[in-house]
């Protein structure tokens, strides 16, 4: 991933200067300008100094911050795809859950309870049954169509094996890695753990042998 491209076009732009206006006075193809604003090439040597002098850009800032972050994004990739951040992981949690709770939980809940204050005084039947259960429905139904759940789906996320990069398609596979989230729902360092995290792995990630992740654009 470089930014050198991105920066080259905001520069220019933020001057005011058109791609045929910096071919120009670079003595740069404007073909290769237009590669290289749209990252389908990388300028180096002469041509990237020609560009950076007519934007009055430092060449070597240029080149270190490029090379910093093309080592964090190099650290993100499994497999040929970049790692779910741990900020995308728990929003598509959040839908999942909200949607499940309205069309599901909820509605469960209070059929269940003998009255709207048993329900709110805590008496309610989900527990380790449930959750395993439902774990185990809702991996068997989503993971054979998406890949993943359905916040996975949702957020554009989807779940592969840590060891060969493959989808985690099977109806078995994602039974079980749905029921091992279930249950340790019920629980908080499981849960938590992406937190700190290298590759934003819960537990029942680094029991599945599954890592989250997304396309790379």
């Not at 491209?5 to 520069?11: D, P, R, V």
């Not at 190099?74 to 728990?90: E, I, Q």
């Not at 599901?104 to 039947?125: A, D, R």
Request: aromatic share 10%.
């Amino acid at each position: 991933m470089s930014i050198i491209g991105k920066e080259i076009s905001e520069t220019r732009k933020s001057k005011g200067i058109t791609q045929e206006e910096l071919a120009e006075l670079s003595k740069v193809n404007l073909r290769t300008i237009q590669r290289i604003e749209n990252n389908e090439s990388e300028p180096r040597g002469k041509t990237l100094k020609l560009i950076c002098e007519v934007l009055d850009i430092d060449v070597e800032d240029l080149i270190n911050s490029n090379k910093q972050i093309e080592g964090d994004f190099n650290n993100n990739l499994v497999h040929g795809y970049k790692l779910a951040s741990k900020g995308k992981r728990f929003l598509g949690s959040l839908l999942e859950t909200i949607i499940y709770s309205i069309t599901i939980y909820l509605p469960y809940t209070f059929y269940k309870t003998s009255s709207l204050n048993g329900f709110v005084n805590g008496e309610h039947p989900i527990g380790f049954g449930f959750a395993a259960i439902f774990g185990l429905i809702i991996g068997a139904i989503f993971y054979p169509m998406f890949s993943g759940n359905l916040g996975h789906r949702i957020i554009g996320l989807k779940v592969i094996s840590s060891e060969t990069g493959d989808d985690y398609q099977k109806a078995t596979e994602g039974a079980i890695r749905e029921l091992l989230k279930g249950v340790f729902s019920f629980f908080l360092i499981p849960i938590i753990w992406v937190l700190w995290d290298d590759k934003n792995q819960n537990l029942y990630d680094k029991l599945s042998k599954t890592y989250v992740v997304e396309k790379i654009i």
